[in-house]
């Protein structure tokens, strides 16, 4: 039987990775989309990508566990309203993780970066919709299932940028504004990251010390983040970071479609 992966691991790589975790829980408090960091800095790390994305929900639970409670803390996301979207996302989630197991690695290994680098390119060009809002008006529920079952679907299957989808989508679909759209999309992330863990956790595609220390790192990061009152810091930061995103899942596309270093 093969060592865990962390084993092999020195502990400048396990460094690296945790500062890459902080810098992604600091720009996501500050600009969003600080997920899409992890992933390539593990494939680049040499994990396989079944356990890229298995140690990857284990590092975004942690992220998606303290955001979601913030917002439920402070009333800015009540679970009752949106019953169905919850049940929808975990099914969802549970489905994608399930499927991706069948999928090869090499399959992985190809489809990963570009789906970091579409939505790298979505997340810097797209613009944040405005939604009229009206506090009194109820959530629709039937809307919810479609909504909820393919964003858990796709973050089951890879996850990034399924923040920012949540987000849009739902500015769209509901008379939210941006902070309770956002209370939505932290708590259905967290649902999805928790669900498609424990199939990842069953199917023992989980780096445990790499997942626990990239998470704490990314908790501590956000912490500092999101009490972050530099003006203006996120139109500078937010363009800067998807940037590298962009720069380091070309670099990935290129080594594994063309098998260049």
Not at 168 to 190: I, Q, T
Not at 235 to 241: A, E, G, H, L, N
Request: aromatic share 12%.
């Amino acid at each position: 039987m093969p060592l865990p992966f962390e084993l092999a691991v020195d502990p400048a790589t396990l460094t690296i990775l945790a500062l890459v975790a902080f810098v992604a829980g600091f720009i996501d408090a500050i600009a969003g989309g600080g997920g899409l960091l992890t992933i390539p800095a593990l494939l680049m790390a040499g994990l396989p990508p079944h356990l890229v994305l298995g140690t990857n929900k284990l590092c975004a639970t942690f992220g998606s566990a303290t955001a979601s409670y913030t917002f439920y803390r402070r009333k800015l996301f009540a679970p009752r309203p949106w019953r169905n979207a919850l049940i929808g996302t975990a099914v969802g989630a549970l489905l994608g993780a399930t499927l991706v197991h069948w999928l090869p690695a090499a399959w992985l290994n190809q489809l990963l970066p570009v789906v970091v680098f579409a939505c790298g390119l979505y997340l810097l060009f797209g613009r944040t919709p405005a939604a009229p809002l009206n506090a009194d008006a109820p959530i629709a529920q039937g809307r919810q299932w479609p909504q909820s079952l393919g964003l858990g679907f796709y973050d089951g299957v890879a996850g990034p940028g399924t923040g920012a989808f949540w987000t849009v989508s739902s500015l769209l679909l509901y008379p939210l504004d941006l902070v309770r759209a956002s209370g939505v999309a932290r708590s259905m992330n967290f649902v999805s990251n928790a669900c498609a863990l424990v199939v990842f956790i069953v199917a023992g595609q989980v780096a445990w010390v790499l997942g626990i220390s990239m998470g704490i790192a990314l908790m501590a990061g956000a912490f500092l983040g999101a009490r972050s009152a530099i003006r203006g810091g996120s139109k500078f930061i937010r363009p800067v970071f998807i940037l590298m995103v962009l720069a380091l899942a070309a670099r990935l596309a290129w080594q594994h479609w063309f098998g260049l270093a």
